[in-house]
């Protein structure tokens, strides 16, 4: 089993920029398809991007040519860099690891995109 802590979220004007970092631990990191999701209040949880264990990647099309999501399997972490933020990316952003069947959560950390 994996444990999931997600950090990095906080306050940003339109326009800026963030980074997650998701750091894993008590399993093999790299053995994980990894992703990002969002959700907003009032609305269903979304994938916003994906790695797989081979470093595969795919993004939502809100976030295409903004975001970009990485990996460093020797630090057990996944990254999640954030440019030109827009209000509409406001959300809780949690961190998911999948393997087989499984799937792990962290807690989520906030982004807010606000003047």
């Known amino acids: 089993q994996v444990q999931l802590v997600e950090s990095g979220g906080g306050l940003v004007q339109p326009g800026g920029s963030l980074r997650l970092s998701c750091a894993a631990s008590?399993?093999?990191?790299?053995?994980?398809?990894m992703g990002w999701y969002r959700q907003a209040p009032g609305k269903q949880r979304e994938l916003v991007a994906a790695?797989?264990?081979?470093?595969?990647?795919n993004y939502a099309d809100s976030v295409k040519g903004r975001f970009t999501i990485s990996r460093d399997n020797a630090k057990s972490t996944m990254y999640l860099q954030m440019n030109s933020l827009k209000p509409e990316d406001t959300a809780v952003y949690y961190c998911?690891?999948?393997?087989?069947?499984?799937?792990?959560w962290g807690q989520g950390t906030q982004v807010t995109v606000s003047s």
């Open positions: 008590g399993s093999i990191f790299s053995i994980y398809a």
């Open positions: 790695i797989s264990s081979g470093g595969r990647t």
């Open positions: 998911n690891a999948h393997f087989m069947r499984n799937d792990y």
